[in-house]
C-alpha cells in the first residue's frame, strides 16, 4: 500500500467508528475468533485435560493459530479486494480495521449504564453493568457501580481503543498495511479476554496468551499513560501516581493506564471486587480527591478521544512527510 492509501484507511476506519461503532447485526471478526476459540477447546477437550504442560503446548498452539492466521486473513482480504479495484480496497479495509476500534463502543457501554443512573433506577442500572463487567453487580451501591464504570474505561481504554490503533499505524508504515496488524493484535486481546485466567480450567491453558497480550500491549500502554500525562499537564503528578500505584497491580499494564487516568482526574479506583461471590482485593490507585461522578467519567471518555487524535494525527504527518 502507498502512504496515501493508508491515510485514508486509517482515516476511512476511524469515521466509521465514530459514527456508527459496532453495529450488533453486523458480524464481527471477535465473533470469529470467539467461535475459533471455543471449538478448539471443544473439539481437543481441552477443559478435560488434567496435564498443565499438556494444557500449556495446546494453548501457545491455538495462540499461534489465531493471531498469525487472523494476521494473514486480514492481509489476504486486504490484497484480495485491492485486486478488485483499489477503491474497494481501500473500503473493505476501512472497514476490517474500524471493527478494531473501540472508541464509540466504550462511549456507548458508559453511556448505557451512567442513563439509566441517573433516572435514579439502581437495580437496572446493576442489571446494565452486568453486560459489560465480570464482577458481580447485584449488591453495588451507586458509588461501586460509577467505581465499576471508571475501571472499565480507564482500563479498556488502552487494550481496546490505543493499542490497537498503535498496531495500525505501525501497520501503516510496512508494506502489508494497518489491517493485519490491528486484526493480529485483536486476535491477542480476544484470546486474553476468553482464556487468560488463572483459575481453572484456563490456569495453564491461558498463559501463553495472557502474557502475550501483556508483552504486545506493554509499548502503547506506556505512550498512552506519557500521552495523557503531556495533553493534562500534569506530567509529574501522573508519573508519581504510576511509580506508586500502578506497581501494585498484578497487571504490569491495567495499573498503568487506570493510574494515569486517576493522577489526572483526581480520582480513585480499586478496592474489594466480587467475582462469582468471590472477593477479591484491588490495590488502590490514585488519591481520592474528588468522588467518581459521570462528569469525571465522560471526561475519562473525552480524554482517550483526545490521546486517539493526537496518535492519529502524528501518524498522518509522518505518512505525509514520507510519501
Known amino acids: 500500500m502507498t502512504n496515501d492509501q493508508s491515510i485514508i484507511v486509517l482515516l476511512g476506519a476511524v469515521v466509521l467508528d465514530y459514527s456508527i461503532g459496532d453495529p450488533w447485526s453486523w458480524l464481527h471478526p471477535v465473533q470469529v475468533m470467539g467461535w475459533v476459540i471455543n471449538r478448539f ?13 499438556q494444557q500449556r503446548g495446546l494453548g501457545i498452539l491455538l495462540g499461534l493459530i489465531l493471531i498469525i492466521g487472523s494476521g494473514a486473513s486480514g492481509w489476504a482480504i486486504s490484497y484480495g479486494s485491492n485486486l478488485i479495484h483499489p477503491l474497494f480496497g481501500i473500503v473493505t479495509q476501512s472497514v476490517i480495521l474500524a471493527s478494531c476500534f473501540a472508541l464509540k463502543s466504550l462511549r456507548q457501554a458508559a453511556e448505557t449504564v451512567l442513563q439509566v443512573l441517573a433516572t435514579g433506577n439502581v437495580e437496572q442500572s446493576r442489571i446494565s453493568l452486568s453486560q459489560y463487567v465480570g464482577r458481580d453487580t447485584e449488591n453495588l451501591t451507586e458509588s461501586g457501580i460509577l467505581r465499576a464504570v471508571m475501571e472499565t474505561v480507564t482500563e479498556n481504554s488502552t487494550d481496546g481503543v ?21 486484526l493480529a493484535y485483536k486476535a491477542a486481546s480476544t484470546l486474553d479476554s476468553m482464556i487468560g485466567y488463572r483459575e481453572a480450567p484456563y490456569t495453564y491453558l491461558g498463559w501463553f496468551s495472557a502474557k502475550l497480550e501483556d508483552y504486545l ?58 467475582y462469582q461471590g468471590v472477593a477479591k482485593p484491588k490495590p488502590l490507585i490514585g488519591d481520592s480527591i474528588y468522588p467518581i461522578t459521570p462528569a469525571l467519567i465522560y471526561q475519562a471518555l473525552q480524554l482517550t478521544q483526545s490521546s486517539f487524535l493526537v496518535w492519529l494525527l502524528i501518524a498522518i504527518a509522518l505518512l505525509l512527510v514520507n510519501t
Do not use: H
Request: hydrophobic share 45%; glycine share 8%.
Open 217 to 274: 500491549t506493554w509499548l502503547p500502554c506506556r505512550l498512552t499513560v506519557l500521552t495523557l500525562a503531556l495533553l493534562s499537564g500534569k506530567p509529574r503528578q501522573v508519573w508519581q501516581i504510576c511509580c506508586r500505584d500502578a506497581v501494585k497491580d498484578a497487571s504490569p499494564n491495567s495499573g498503568w493506564s487506570e493510574g494515569a487516568y486517576a493522577a489526572v482526574l483526581g480520582v480513585q479506583v480499586g478496592g474489594i471486587n466480587w
Open 162 to 182: 490505543m493499542a490497537p490503533l498503535f498496531y495500525a499505524i505501525f501497520g501503516a508504515f510496512t508494506p502489508f498495511g494497518s489491517v493485519p496488524f490491528a
Open 41 to 53: 477447546t471443544q473439539v481437543l477437550k481441552i477443559k478435560e485435560c488434567d496435564r498443565p504442560l
